[in-house]
């Protein structure tokens, strides 16, 4: 693994000899299996991920700073690599590609990696990497000249929408390993399974426990998601606190914010024995977990908490069933649900994370919803995931038939010659011609669809139709040489007509 720097940084040599060696590895995709046999397809997409693309990963924020004509000669290692592993026909387009394996195209995972690279750094404090920012003399003159390429600090930045954006640092060396923080919490409704308990159970039950608890100043934290709006919310016995946050922010994030405003809140105060409420286990049970993969506000938690302890204070935490009529968390969640004063405070990078991925899916979604004539977009409208059918061979023909790329219907463009047409209904072959469109195969559908109407969608979309390739067979689309004869009626009587080379 390097990454070649020439004088004038174009990184044109590098490029050059990175498509040099990831062609030579093509061979081992090739080697593995062909159209009619060999390894499954999710196999092939591993082991492509793991030679090849890996190899293009590598340096990519560094290299990615390339003009787009020299980023694009890679390009074709991509599209040859997917096309590989899919057993998609040579015509097929690459957005369709793109779609049938669920891999990004190059450009937008340069920018995904470079942007989780950028904002993970500038979570470690004392990167030298958060040194780097530009100056506002030369982001006006980089506004100026939109032809020159940002530096990467900025380039992650446009891919959010939001240039305020700031990382929360996350210092694991708050404790020592000597001084680790102890946290447990009370689970009073431990032996109720809350899907067969009535609400009122719950409720008698927290009575009793506050009734036991009643020395202790009772404050109920909760987080609340939707879409737009991300939000937190703390009830004291006699005020309320809410904030929103960002937008980026998860609900687990809020969940933890508002615990930890609440223990801001109680620090000044003369009181010293409290119990706090939350409906979210999976923050307690995170916060009683201390490793160097916690969460940073849970870090932030258990800094304050045991600040709190030094001075005297006695905190319990206790977790409460949601929605179940107990009046302190009803509150929280509503106040959660509506707040409007916004919080400005560092984003943890997983939030970040998953909002960049969720952001690029998104467009990458948007640009797809764009391809309404792409025979694939029929058949597959969004870009999830398809799961891949174990055996090569009806993996590779159910493929061709989603994407709508075929050899019977599209080796002409290598020959030179014309589309073949349909006799019966004189237009050009095309996959949805022959599967839903052809009267001379009607009476097959019904044999074996038991119906004449049906769509690509029925019959090849993501939970195929079992007899496709049964219907496939008895009109003779496919033999054991390749050749499709296909039947149809002429004057009354069937009359075949040989159609060679589909697969």
Sequence with gaps: MQVIFDRKLTFIPHVLH?????????????????????????????????????????????????????????????????????????????????????????????????????????????HPINRLSLPGGLCRLYAARPSHILPLCERTKMLLHDSDVSVQLSDFFTFPPWNSPLFSFLN?????????TVPITFQQLFHHHRYQYSSFVPIFTDGSKSDGHVGCGVVFPSDTLSYRLHNCCSVFTAELVAIFCALQEISPSNQRKFIIYTDSMSALESLSHYDNRIHPVALEILSVLQFLRNKGFSIIFCWVPSHVGISGNETADVIARFASDFLQRALPYCDIKKSLVSHLMSAWQQKWNLLTRNKLYSVKPSIGLWSALPMREFDVKLTRLRIGHTRFTHRHLFLGQRAPRCPTCQVDFTVNHILIDCPSFKC????????????????????????????????????????????????????????????
């Design 444 to 503: 097959h559908r019904e044999y074996h669809f038991n119906s004449s109407s049906v769509t690509l969608q029925d019959l090849v979309g993501e939970t195929y139709h079992p007899n496709i390739f049964n219907f496939l067979k008895t009109i003779g689309f496919f033999y054991e040489h390749l050749v499709l004869l296909t039947c149809f009626f002429t004057s009354g009587s069937f009359q075949p007509i040989s159609f060679s080379h589909f697969h």
């Design 188 to 196: 009073p409704f431990s032996g109720f399974d809350k899907s067969s």
């Design 18 to 126: 990175l498509r040099k060696k990831c062609e030579r590895s093509l061979n081992i995709l090739k080697v593995l299996s062909k159209t009619s046999w060999g390894a499954d397809r999710t196999s092939l997409l591993r082991i492509y991920q793991a030679v090849i693309l890996s190899r293009i990963d590598y340096g990519c924020m560094v290299y990615g700073s390339a003009r787009p004509t020299v980023l694009r000669r890679l390009d074709t290692i991509h599209h040859s690599a997917l096309r590989i592993c899919t057993g998609a026909f040579r015509t097929s387009p690459v957005e369709s590609l793109y779609n049938i394996s669920h891999q990004l195209p190059l450009d937008s995972r340069r920018q995904k990696i470079s942007a989780l690279y950028s904002f993970r750094v500038q979570s470690v404090r004392n």
